[in-house]
Structures are given as C-alpha cells and as structure tokens.
C-alpha cells in the first residue's frame, strides 16, 4: 500500500522509528522502491534544466549590464560575484547532504545561498546521479535509530531471580 500524494509506502504503524522522508522521494529512499529510480532521473533532469535556466537568466542580466555602459567593473563585480557565491553555495549545498548544518549558520548564510542558487542547483544535480540527495545522512541516522530502539526493546531470557549465586 502507498500514500496516493507522494508514492510512499505505508509503514507499519507498530513502535520503532520511521524514517525521515526526502524532498521529493518521500521514504522510498528506504529500499529504492515505488519508483525512486525514475524519482532520481527526474531530479537530475529538473535541476540541471534548473541551473541552465538560472544561467541564461543571469546572461540576459549580465548582457542588460553591458547596455547600460557601466564601465568594465561592474560587469566583472557581477561575475566575479555570482561564481563566489555559486561556489561557496555549491560546498554548503554539498556539505548539507552528509551533515546537519547548523540552523544559526544556515539563516546567516541565507542571502549569500540566494544569489549563489546555481551552485545549489548544481550540488543537487550532482548529488541526484549518486543517490537521493540526503540519502546517506537519512539512512546513517535511520540505522542507528532502528539500532537504539532494537536495543531498548530486546527482551532478555530467563528468571534473573533464578540465577545461581556465586560463592
């Protein structure tokens, strides 16, 4: 059985942990079913599509700069401008799919990711051909809470109250 919205599997609704679901996969990810294959593909496709558009937007903006004649700098502001922060937003992007970034960092860095969102788009491109993006942070974190409550819940055998007494 599967929720009909996003193609996850209904899990039981025993105790234990359930996992945390991915934009855009939903738990799938779980055991690469309900067509995550094809969820992958269309990750790749839809964000290099992205980052192609992104880019010739940012052309017709560099060209609409040449227009107004401003000189050689500002031109070579802008550019050197968005390849920093493309860049910078590509490692943070990267970085954000095997760790938890810090929420305080995450909102400070929060203008220099808009204006770097190619390099975003990018890391997610990048990411979507190795697996889902946020997989192997989700699934490390998911095993080890399966671990932790298997550990909790393991009953152990016997009477302790029956147990020989050492002399």
């Known amino acids: 059985m599967s929720d009909n919205q996003n193609g996850t599997p209904d899990l039981p609704t025993g ?5 945390e679901p991915l934009r855009f996969f939903g738990t799938t990810w779980v055991d690469h079913d309900h067509g995550y294959t094809a ?12 980052a192609a558009a992104a880019c010739l937007l940012l052309r017709f ?3 609409g700069i040449q227009l107004a004649q401003t000189g050689s700098f500002v031109p070579l502001l802008v550019v050197v401008m ?3 922060c493309s860049s910078l937003a590509f490692r943070h992007t990267w970085e954000g799919f095997t760790k938890r970034p810090d929420p305080d960092r995450q909102s400070s860095l929060r203008g220099l990711l ?3 969102f190619v390099g975003s788009l990018l890391a997610y491109f990048f990411r979507s051909l190795i697996e889902a993006p ?3 942070l989700h699934r490390e974190e998911y095993e080890t809470a399966l671990q932790d409550h298997k550990k909790r819940t393991t009953r152990r055998t016997g009477n302790p109250a029956k147990r020989r007494r050492r002399t």
Do not use: C, D, Q
């Open 15 to 19: 105790g234990g942990p359930r996992p």
């Open 39 to 50: 969820r992958r593909i269309a990750a790749s496709v839809g964000s290099l599509a992205a």
């Open 61 to 63: 903006a560099y060209e």
């Open 82 to 84: 968005f390849a920093v």
């Open 114 to 116: 808009a204006v770097g």
């Open 134 to 136: 946020g997989e192997k």
